[in-house]
């Protein structure tokens, strides 16, 4: 069974770069047709979908952080990554990672998370 | 960019209750719509995909319908674990609805 762990620094200064990692077990994560996602949650509201990447390296992000994001893959180590730069305290969240499966319709692939990390905090405070 | 409304933003049942939850996009998008089920502290579980395909695990009293703009989610009869918020999700620019809190009454 697939399990997904976010790891990284709790607390980011205003201006830097956050980083986190996403470790895949139970599985490879170059199996299957999988993309894999990040998505963040601001301590009492909602999700925002921050974007994902395909194991060949093809990715999609949330137009509304795109200047700011990258995610990659390397899967040697059965990992993907989320760097968001230029932090403020606006970016202070839960971040979770995330399995998209996806399933074939008449004209598109429905995708969905299926597989959630338990998600990490990170703050962002001088 | 798509929208996504969610109502009510919050409702009050009781165990056994029938339960409907309303997602609205701000165009069409046929069925592409999630539906994910968060409780505190933890992290979201899917319920619903493609707008009506239950997920292989969730109980069979979670069902989903609706396409084009307007989405419905429906506990058919409510029960203890199933307070927790809700979240519709579109799965074409994967953008989340405001969630539902559903609180005991």
């Known amino acids: 069974q697939v399990q997904l762990q976010e790891s990284g620094p709790g607390l980011v200064k205003p201006s830097q770069t956050l980083s986190l990692t996403c470790t895949v077990s139970?599985?490879?994560?170059?199996?299957?047709?999988?993309?894999w996602s990040w998505i963040r949650q601001p301590a009492g509201k909602g999700l925002e979908w921050i974007g994902r990447?395909?194991?060949?390296?093809?990715?999609n992000y949330n137009p509304s952080l795109k200047s700011r994001v990258t995610i990659s893959v390397d899967t040697s180590k059965n990992q993907f990554s989320l760097k968001l730069s230029s932090v403020t305290a606006a970016d202070t969240a839960v971040y979770y990672c995330?399995?998209?499966?996806?399933?074939?319709?008449?004209?598109?692939?429905?995708?969905?998370?299926?597989?959630w990390g338990k998600g990490t905090t990170v703050t962002v405070s001088s | 960019d798509i929208q996504m409304t969610q109502s009510p933003s919050s409702l009050s049942a009781s165990v056994g209750d029938r339960v409907t939850i309303t997602c609205r996009a701000s165009q069409s998008i046929s069925s592409y719509l999630n539906w994910y089920q968060q409780k505190p502290g933890k992290a979201p579980k899917l319920l619903i995909y493609?707008?009506?395909s239950l997920q292989s695990g969730v109980p069979s009293r979670f069902s989903g319908s609706g396409s084009g703009t307007d989405f419905t989610l429906t506990i058919s009869s409510l029960q203890p674990e199933d307070f927790a918020t809700y979240y519709c999700?579109?799965?074409?620019?994967?953008?989340f609805g405001p969630g539902t809190k559903v609180d005991i009454k």
């Open positions: 995330a399995r998209s499966d996806m399933v074939r319709g008449i004209r598109h692939y429905y995708y969905y998370m299926d597989v």
């Open positions: 999700q579109q799965s074409w620019e994967f953008t």
């Open positions: 139970g599985g490879s994560i170059s199996s299957g047709s999988y993309y």
């Open positions: 990447i395909y194991t060949s390296g093809s990715t």
């Open positions: 493609a707008a009506s």
